[in-house]
């Protein structure tokens, strides 16, 4: 499954094709498109909602298909697929997040999936004057709703971490990170749908296709790379940014044996920019906004949670309990309330896409339902602490 950052309201038909040896199916957001129509075939293109796709044919002379990234509307709880720089960049000794995705249960009686879990950890603190080098795992899921197509995605990420001031009240930190993942994309054909399967007087599809299928799987190396700053404003701020840019070799894909319909993944860039602010014992305030861009897709998100510390005036050794009410907007097509505590080394997330764009007709408003878990770690505890990073606050 990939996610489209662009109007989800357009979704295209073509009929009128007459086509042996391409494969039609609609991808979550976007179609996934072939080459092999002849010059004379004739296509007609109709708007048409979700809730009445029985076929989705994608099939345009001299047009590669496009496909986009998976992506979060907490954005902030997926620190590794953010930006590789993020490694390791943590005021503990290691972390774990995972993050969990369910969508389009209102137009499909089977929803798309998308989960990621990683792990990272800062090692050779107190050893290189301040710096340290972040070391983490990732691993990512993806599944439409169909369970046609699924991605399955390892990866090893790498930063290196650069103190750049020697107050300890307000460090500063210039982080480099790069990732090299193994992706592994595979689709079931006999849960797609073809053309001379569809039966115009009924609209269902009672027929078997004579379609010849071809790869049923596709295995490729990708890599990934981003740069962030990290540093205190003073004691109760924090700020932080970054660029990250990911598919550096622009990977190509090829689901046909004939070699026909293979496309290059378009690379994406993408900015992040947030930070916090304690503005008294009782409450604090965190907001960020990010954008990213890949082919002709773009998205923009923004948005902020107030803090309420439960346990102010709490001794020096206990950490905040802290309970955050927010909203992200992304623009063009969804708000999501978010729901969020925090207590000990861990941090759960809650947050609900709401549908605004032109495709709410369809979905009656109801988008995205998304968990995040964030849990800090100590290798050993209550040990002496000869660093003081400036981290971003996920």
């Known amino acids: 499954m990939w996610h489209r950052y662009g109007d989800r309201s357009k979704i295209y038909r073509l009929t009128n094709v007459n086509c042996q040896n391409c494969v039609f199916f609609l991808d979550e957001n976007f179609l996934f498109t072939e080459k092999n129509l002849p010059l004379s075939t004739k296509l007609e293109i109709k708007l048409f909602t979700m809730r009445k796709i029985i076929l989705a044919i994608a099939t345009f002379l001299s047009l590669a298909a496009t496909a986009q990234d998976v992506h979060f509307t907490q954005y902030f709880t997926s620190p590794l697929t953010l930006n590789p720089a993020n490694t390791g960049l943590v005021n503990s000794d290691w972390r774990i997040s995972g993050n969990y995705r369910t969508q389009w249960a209102s137009v499909n009686a089977t929803p798309y999936l998308t989960g990621t879990v990683s792990f990272d950890i800062a090692t050779l603190k107190g050893k290189l004057n301040g ?57 079931d054909f006999y849960k797609l749908k073809f053309e001379d399967q569809y039966d115009p007087a009924t609209g269902g599809t009672p027929y078997t296709t004579k379609e010849n299928f071809g790869n049923a799987d596709l295995t490729y190396a990708d890599f990934n790379a981003g740069i962030m700053y990290s540093g205190y ?31 290059k993944i378009n690379s994406r860039i993408t900015a992040s920019l947030g930070g916090s602010l304690q503005m008294n014992e009782k409450m604090m305030l ?109």
Not at 145 to 173: C, F, I, M, W
Not at 240 to 257: A, K
Not at 258 to 263: A, D, L, Q, T
Not at 361 to 386: D, H, M, V, W
């Open 233 to 263: 404003v003073n004691e109760r701020s924090n700020m932080y940014g970054g660029i990250s840019y990911y598919h550096i070799t622009q990977p190509t894909e090829n689901f046909l044996t004939n070699g026909g319909g293979s496309h």
């Open 131 to 187: 710096d340290a080098l972040g070391v983490g795992v990732i691993g990512l899921y993806d599944k439409s709703g169909t369970g046609a197509l699924q991605n399955v995605t390892t990866g090893l990420s790498l930063a290196y971490h650069k103190r750049l001031s020697a107050d300890d009240e307000k460090p500063q930190n210039l982080s480099l990170g790069v990732q090299g993942f193994m992706v592994q994309k595979s689709i």
């Open 286 to 394: 965190y907001a960020s906004g990010m954008y990213q861009q890949q082919g002709k897709a773009n998205e923009l998100v923004l948005g902020a949670a107030a803090g309420f510390i439960m346990n102010p005036n709490h001794e020096d050794d206990v950490v905040n309990s802290v309970f955050y009410l927010g909203a992200w907007y992304r623009y063009g097509d969804a708000i999501a309330p978010y729901v969020g505590f925090e207590w000990a080394k861990a941090k759960l997330g809650i947050s609900y896409d709401v549908n605004l764009s032109g495709f709410t007709p369809a979905t009656k408003g109801n988008g995205a339902l998304e968990l995040s878990l964030i849990y800090n770690g100590f290798i050993i505890r209550n040990e002496t602490r000869t660093y003081n990073f400036a981290c971003p606050r996920f």
